[in-house]
C-alpha cells in the first residue's frame, strides 16, 4: 500500500494536470516486470525496445473494456487513462531514439519533471511542481537550504511513469493485470525479448524505422482494439505474431529448464499469449463476450467467473 501522505500528494498534483489522476489510482490495475540491464548501450537498446513494443503488451493483455458497468469503447481502459494523467512524466518518450541518448539524457529528463515531494522524518512534504535542479542547488521553496540525498533522488525516479521506466533496472509497465496464467506470460514475454542478443537485435530491426508519431498511434490504437489495431501498414495481430516468434526464440536459445529439469525452456509460459494471436482474442474480448453473452450485461458476474 502507498502511504497516505505520498498518495494525497500525488492525486492532488494529478488533479491539477491531467483528468484521470484519481482514476489511475483507485480504478486501474496492471502487471509490471523489471529487468537488468548491463551497459550503457545494452540500457539504450532495450528502453528503445521496450517502449516501442509496449503497444503489443497492451493489446496481448488488454482486459478492462469496462467503466462504471458498461463497455468503454477500450479494451484496455486503463491504457487510455494513462493518456490524460500527466504529460511531464508519462508517455512513449520520443527522445529515448535521439542519437546520442545514453545515462545523461535520462537524467536530464527526470531533473526536469516537476517534483511530487520529499520524504523527511516520516513524513512527506509537499513540493508539488518544484524542480529537482533547485533542490540540487539547495534552492528547493519546500526545503530551503536542504539538497537530497540519494533516497531523494530515488525516491523522485518513482514518480515518473513513462511506459519503459528507467532506475538501477528497467520496468515494463503497458500490460494490464489479468488472469493467472498471464502473470508468468509477461516477464517471459519480455526476458525472451530481452535477454537473448540475437532476439533483442531482431526486435530492434522490427522497431527501428518507426517514427515518433507510429509508436504513439500504436499505444493509442492498441487500448482501443488491442489486437485488431492497425497504424498505416502495421496490423498488430501480424505484428504481435512476430513479436511473439522472436521472444519464443530468445527463451528457447537461453534454455532455462524448469520443473526438476524435466521442462526443457520457459516457452511454455507463453502459451496463453500463443492461443490469443492464434483466436485473435484477448481477455477483454473473452470478457465482451460474456458480458454481451451468457451475463446478458450483469458484469457482476465476472467476481464469480474471474476472480482468484
Known amino acids: 500500500m502507498m502511504p497516505k501522505g505520498r498518495y494525497r500528494l500525488m492525486t492532488d498534483y494529478m488533479d491539477r494536470v491531467g483528468t484521470m ?5 483507485y480504478r486501474t490495475c496492471t502487471v509490471q516486470v523489471n529487468l537488468d540491464f548491463g551497459s550503457e548501450a545494452d540500457m539504450v537498446r532495450k528502453l528503445r525496445v521496450a517502449l516501442a513494443l509496449q503497444p503489443v503488451a497492451t493489446a496481448l493483455f488488454a482486459n478492462s473494456p469496462f467503466f462504471e458497468g458498461r463497455p468503454c469503447g477500450h479494451k484496455s481502459w486503463r491504457s487510455r487513462v494513462w493518456r490524460d494523467l500527466d504529460p511531464d512524466r508519462t508517455g512513449m518518450l520520443p527522445f529515448v531514439f535521439d ?4 545515462f545523461e539524457a535520462w537524467v536530464d529528463y527526470a531533473l526536469d519533471v516537476p517534483m511530487y515531494f520529499v520524504y523527511r522524518d516520516g513524513h512527506y512534504i509537499d513540493a508539488l511542481g518544484q524542480s529537482f535542479r533547485d ?5 528547493l521553496p519546500a526545503l530551503p537550504g536542504e539538497v537530497p540525498t540519494l533516497s531523494d533522488w530515488a525516491d523522485h525516479l518513482t514518480t515518473i511513469f513513462p511506459e519503459a521506466r528507467l532506475k538501477t533496472f528497467m520496468e515494463m509497465r503497458g500490460a494490464d493485470g489479468g488472469p493467472w496464467r498471464r502473470l508468468c506470460a509477461l516477464p517471459a514475454f519480455w526476458t525472451g525479448l530481452m535477454y537473448d542478443q540475437a532476439s533483442l537485435d531482431a526486435a530492434w530491426d522490427l522497431v527501428r524505422g518507426w517514427d515518433a508519431e507510429t509508436r504513439e498511434a500504436l499505444r493509442v490504437a492498441a487500448s482501443e ?5 492497425v497504424v498505416g501498414d502495421i496490423r498488430m495481430h501480424d ?5 511473439l516468434e522472436i521472444s519464443d526464440a530468445g527463451l528457447r536459445a537461453r ?3 524448469g520443473a526438476g529439469g524435466m521442462i526443457k ?3 511454455h509460459f507463453l502459451n496463453a499469449l500463443k492461443e490469443s494471436v492464434e483466436s485473435g482474442q484477448v481477455p477483454a474480448d473473452e470478457l465482451l463476450a460474456k458480458y454481451e453473452g451468457e451475463w446478458d450485461g450483469d458484469l457482476t458476474r465476472i467476481y464469480g467467473e474471474y476472480s482468484y
Open 21 to 25: 489522476g484519481k482514476t489511475m489510482m
Open 99 to 102: 542519437d546520442g541518448f545514453g
Open 135 to 139: 533542490f540540487l542547488k539547495g534552492e
Open 225 to 229: 482494439t488491442a489486437l485488431d489495431a
Open 239 to 243: 505484428l504481435a505474431r512476430e513479436v
Open 255 to 257: 534454455a532455462r529448464r
Open 265 to 267: 525452456d520457459e516457452t
